[in-house]
T-cell receptor
């Protein structure tokens, strides 16, 4: 079955520093989603990537999907305390048919020190 | 439309009691999903509706769990005879057809079984 591996598991950075979180799949990704979660809260949608080589940006966050569609990265430029939280990558399960339920990585916990 | 709404936000119940959670999806989204998330883990798929039809139910969902979406709008998730292992965050998400948009999650219902 397909699995998503996220790295690193946790990250502590100084405010203003750049950082990258990776999400790797054992199989081709048909839809890759990045979400942010604050502790005890729901998931906030960040970006959706579908095409090999696709790149999307929103404010200081950029997400990329590689050409082979097996790896995605999330890059935050000039991090701020508001970026702190858990970042989760999710992917459409290729075996789900039209149901398209998501499979998930375990998340990357980000702390940004002021 | 303010997004996906879940009620209650928190629920504490005694073991053996029944609980019911409600999810109001984005009105134009015909697809609705329930996930369960425990600390340090990504969400686990529980069940999926397309309009009022429940099209898939995870093997994780024992007979004590039942979900409905009677008119293709809001959905309820009921857990009968709760056990301590049911303690988790229950997340609801809605979406349009696959690939059209991302999945929008609610803030979740945190269940604690004592």
């Amino acid at each position: 079955s397909q699995e998503l591996e996220q790295s690193p598991q946790s990250l502590i950075v100084q405010e203003g520093k750049n950082l990258t979180i990776n999400c790797t799949s054992s199989k081709t990704l048909y839809g890759l989603y990045w979400y942010k979660q604050k502790y005890g809260e729901g998931l906030i949608f960040l970006m959706m990537l579908q095409k090999g080589g696709e790149e999307k940006s929103h404010e200081k966050i950029t997400a990329k999907l590689d050409e082979k569609k097996q790896q995605s990265s999330l890059h935050i430029t000039a991090s701020q305390p508001s970026h702190a939280g858990i970042y989760l990558c999710g992917a459409d399960s290729p075996n789900a048919g039209n149901n398209r339920k998501l499979i998930w990585g375990l998340g990357t916990s980000l702390a940004v020190n002021p | 439309d303010t997004g996906v709404s879940q009620n209650p936000r928190h629920k504490i119940t005694k073991r053996g009691q029944n609980v019911t959670f409600r999810c109001d999806p984005i009105s134009e989204h015909n697809r609705l999903y329930w996930y369960r998330q425990t600390l340090g883990q990504g969400p686990e798929f529980l069940t999926y509706f397309q309009n009022e039809a429940q099209l898939e139910k995870s093997r994780l969902l024992s007979d004590r769990f039942s979900a409905e979406r009677p008119k293709g709008s809001f959905s309820t998730l009921e857990i009968q005879r709760t056990e301590q292992g049911d303690s988790a965050m229950y997340l609801c998400a809605s979406s349009l057809a696959p690939g059209v948009s991302g999945y929008t999650f609610g803030s979740g219902t945190r269940l604690t079984v004592v």
